[in-house]
């Protein structure tokens, strides 16, 4: 495929800013075919959105208690958030030079060139495409397991007879939340951009809330001495390793600090896109780390007892955060009514990330489709009368519904196949991050936001720290080793990279040539 113009003349970032975001669309080979309405403020709300801070670190909540505990989440969470910055900065910089739905796969094609452009399109779209599948499948479960556990709090919790769902009742849940998402999706982008603002602001508020009431409310209250300095090791997985415990309690961290690439996926939707695309993705990371990093440590004031936390025994059934916010209102005021509360606050803010990840990973399927990438691209970008890639949805809800229903089986298969949501997702930031920093070093042109002379440094710090948590996070989380133990990540992945590199091999480099011009410029 011959090269774009923008490719073989490119353009300044001063002359950049002068052209119009139809203009600039038309340059990188696309026509305007999504309503482009969304501000800097409502592209940023949909990625902080999916962040979700409160999704992330109340789920995962219980893997920083039995790894580590409070000084794994402390300190873990704003080392994890300085090395996302840097992947997040660099992206950034790619965003404003290419700001297209494609994103990252695109990304990879423009910097790899003619020869090697294609192979890393492929590569970089489907770890893309299927990671942000897991990310949606993943959120939407997690919110039918903590609608479970409120259930059950409610009425009366596990110790007083309350109701606990069975497995098929979850996956009624998380096929009705998809069914709700792919709905609200299938909305105008203008009612998208304001419930995506209105799920920004209830995170920011919803923190500030938990991070005050709860410690305020508890009768007992842990020590800063245990806040600050307390290891727990007593994870009862079998690891003593204090370094390694601490290591496999980021993935709490770094599975939160997830799916700021949304902010790309959006731009053909964003105005002033070469600016505000990369804006939205800073400006969500940021902001998360501020926030999370105040709820770790507010909550954390609430947790005394972390064996007991952790127990399957417990009220909540063994979810930490939900037994932290019961227990604060059962003691003091006789009834945990008031804990409930503070998990429906949780609750709303995972529904909406479920949504907004929705809208991502549907834009991202759209562009894919319109390149040619996926079965029945005809089916999948098509764009209904609102200017929503609407079959796009409703594929996205349905094969999220589809990659859950392994949890009917066996939930260690499940829980390898959401792990491509962390490492798969990494790995499609990292690969056109490491080919901007070597194969485009010299021929790289930046649009209007560019990190100048720190640009290939920061992109090398990105680089290898997605290596490293890729390693670190397909280390065994328990011994001894057996089926029920072993850590399938690297299963999960490796055979997402095997499938990906064979169906290249056998079929696609005949006729995927990467990303296609719909337009002539």
Sequence with gaps: MDSIDVDRQPLLGSERSSISDDNRLQQLGYKQELNRSLSAIANFAVTFSIISVLTGLTTMFNMGLAYGGPVTMVYGWPIVGIMTMMVGLSMAEICSAFPTSGGLYFWSAKLCGNRWGPFASWLTGWFNIVGQWAVTTSVDYSLAQMIQVIILLSTGGKNGGGYEASKYVIMGFHGGLLLLHAMLNSLHISWLSFFGQFAAAWNVAGVFVLMILVPLVAKEKASAEFVFTHFNTDNGEGIKSIVYIFVLGLLMSQYTILGYDASAHMTEETKNADKNGPKGIISAIVISIIVGWGYIVGITFAVTDIPYLLSSENDAGGYAIAQVFYLAFKTRYGTG??????????????????????????????????????????????????EIPINAVWMSAFISFCMALTSLGSLVAFEAMVSIATIGLYISYALPIFFRVTIARKSFVPGPFNLGRYGVVIGWIAVTWVITISILFSLPV??????????????????????????????????FKGPLKNVTV
């Design 337 to 386: 009514i008031g804990g409930i509360l503070c998990l429906c606050i949780v609750a709303v803010a995972v529904f909406f990330c479920g949504m907004s990840s929705m809208t991502s990973n549907s834009r991202m399927a759209y562009a894919f489709s319109r390149d040619g990438a996926m079965p029945m691209s005809s089916v999948w970008q098509k764009v209904n009368k609102q």
């Design 478 to 511: 328990a011994y001894p080793i057996n089926t029920e133990t072993l850590n399938y990540t690297p299963v999960a992945v490796g055979g997402l990279l095997i499938l990906t590199v064979s169906y290249w091999v056998f079929s696609a480099k005949s006729w």
